[in-house]
Nanobody, 120 residues
Framework: QVQLVESGGGLVQAGGSLRLACVASGSIFSLGRMGWHRQAPGKKREFVARIGSDGASSYTDSLKGRFTISRDNAKNTVYLQMNSLETEDTAVYYC??????????????WGQGTQVTVSS
């Protein structure tokens, strides 16, 4: 079984920065695309960014320039650097990954989420 565990969330003032991390662990054969989504109170979960195993990345347009996604394949970890945070960025941030386990089963899995709160 493979699981994703996020960390790095917390309370920050507007204009500040946070770096989220998501580590994949368990019976991993390979990791494909990894990414982040977020869900603000009362809103649907929305796409934030994703990155392939080759480092190719994509972002939701509104966050380009403030958020940067990266990954360390040796550590099975994806990061989200968030700068110039705004109160509208307050949400639970979820990690997501395409995985192949050691039984060669493909799956798409989610972490439990980490809360990011931006105060004014």
């Amino acid at each position: 079984q493979v699981q994703l565990v996020e960390s790095g969330g917390g309370l920050v003032q507007a204009g500040g920065s946070l770096r989220l991390a998501c580590v994949a662990s368990g019976s991993i054969f390979s990791l494909g695309r990894m990414g982040w989504h977020r869900q603000a109170p009362g809103k649907k979960r929305e796409f934030v960014a994703r990155i392939g195993s080759d480092g190719a990345s994509s972002y939701t347009d509104s966050l380009k320039g403030r958020f940067t996604i990266s990954r360390d394949n040796a550590k099975n970890t994806v990061y989200l650097q968030m700068n110039s945070l705004e109160t509208e960025d307050t949400a639970v941030y979820y990690c997501n990954a395409d995985i192949t386990d050691r039984h060669f089963k493909n799956d798409n899995i989610w972490g439990q989420g980490t809360q990011v709160t931006v105060s004014s």
